[in-house]
């Protein structure tokens, strides 16, 4: 196998959003934030070559957004820069052959669709490939809670569908990836998400679970989880067997780090090492 680290549009989210209880004071020393309190955060997706299969994890926030939402959530490119990064590193959305979405939250899902045109309704990318969802994740986003309505959007849903190449993961191992492949599930940010796992390398998709470095810290989450105290007792498990085994984490939110292994340090706390570098790209 082979990985490659694709960069997509970058976002701007408030800190203390993204940093939940955690004081300013701290979460600062971090991420500086700009004179709106906002952190640029990366939306970065994972594209595995393994023989004649492209999968790819996640697909960012893209460009589906109107030029009102771009500029409310701090997305400063129009195009997508998702598809223009992979053609960098060789590849067209009709060369992915799966496309594993964890959630279906907006800065996750958004790459599945065209950019925004004045008009024209958006439609799916990838048209080859089969798009992998949580089941339950699928269908918190048909019928979301009124505190994450706005995260979703609103067609999608009815678009995979109807492209007839979705599928639902419902267990670790229901899925068309083969037995290299595993799903972690968890519902502490949101219901049903799943994190890819690369058996062979110990490669895990973090995604919402941990979104970069700094959350690796056990106590931190975001004022964005569900119920954060569960997304606590999720990441332990994970965390502890990856000091403990070896193994990685892929970010798809931290500005400057995709690939970590996790060590403990000499006060029992978790933290990312950055791991040997593969391949990037980023525009």
Known sequence: MKYHSILGNAQKLDGGAMFGNCPRALWS??????DDNRIELACRALLIEDGPRLILAETGIGAFM?????????VERPEHLLLSNLKRAGFSPDDITHVILSHLHFDHAGGLLSAWEEGRAPTLLFPKA?????????????????????SFIPELQGLLEASGRLHLVGAPDD?????????????????????????KDR????????PGAPWVHLP????????????????????????????????????????ARVRKNERGRYEAVPAPALESVSG
């Open 175 to 199: 899925h068309p990836l083969g037995h290299a492949y595993r799903f972690r599930l968890s519902n502490g940010h949101t219901p049903g998400l799943i994190h890819l796992e690369v058996i």
């Open 66 to 74: 109107k030029p009102e939402l771009r500029r409310r959530f701090g």
């Open 29 to 34: 020393r971090w991420y500086r934030p700009d």
């Open 130 to 150: 089969t798009y992998i969802v949580g089941r339950e994740a699928f269908e918190r986003a048909c019928r979301p809670h009124p505190r994450d309505r706005a």
């Open 220 to 259: 931190i989450t975001m004022g964005y989880d569900r119920f954060p105290e569960l997304v606590i007792d999720e990441k332990a498990p994970v965390l502890e067997s990856l000091a403990s085994e070896g193994g990685m984490l892929f970010f798809t939110h931290d500005p400057t780090l995709d690939f």
């Open 203 to 210: 490669l895990i998709f973090a995604s919402d679970l941990i």
